[in-house]
């Protein structure tokens, strides 16, 4: 949540023709103006292929769109990161059955070493 008491800067952008003077926090500009960008370029899209469709309706369908969008890209990060979670989990496994298989003697000798290298 931002501080009223926050410095905000101010930039220009352009949606459907129409120039807009929006703050935001310093800093924030840039990312500010590419979201501006994305979003005029997505109601141009539907202005097109529209009849005469107004500006709200033009700005509702955009702001649905990039909604979904949005949950649409939440969704498969989301079944990567579990993807991902469930292969480290099968490696880990695997490691440790690996591990089990080595004689303790071997590890022990495997330590012995890496300390010497260490103390090298």
Wanted: proline fraction near 2%; charged fraction near 25%.
């Amino acid at each position: 949540m931002s501080d009223s008491t926050t410095p905000r800067n101010t930039t220009e952008i352009s949606l459907l023709g129409r120039s807009y003077t929006v703050s935001c926090q310093p800093g924030e500009e840039d990312g500010l103006t590419r979201a501006a960008a994305y979003l005029d370029l997505a109601m141009q899209g539907i202005q097109q292929r529209g009849n005469t469709i107004s500006a709200d309706k033009v700005a509702l369908m955009a702001a649905l769109n990039i909604s979904h969008e949005l949950i649409n890209s939440r969704d498969s990060e989301r079944a990567m990161q579990q993807d991902f979670e469930t292969r480290l989990t099968a490696l880990d496994r695997q490691l440790d059955a690996a591990l089990k298989q080595v004689p303790a003697e071997s590890v022990q000798r495997a330590k012995a070493r890496a300390d010497e290298a260490k103390n090298a």
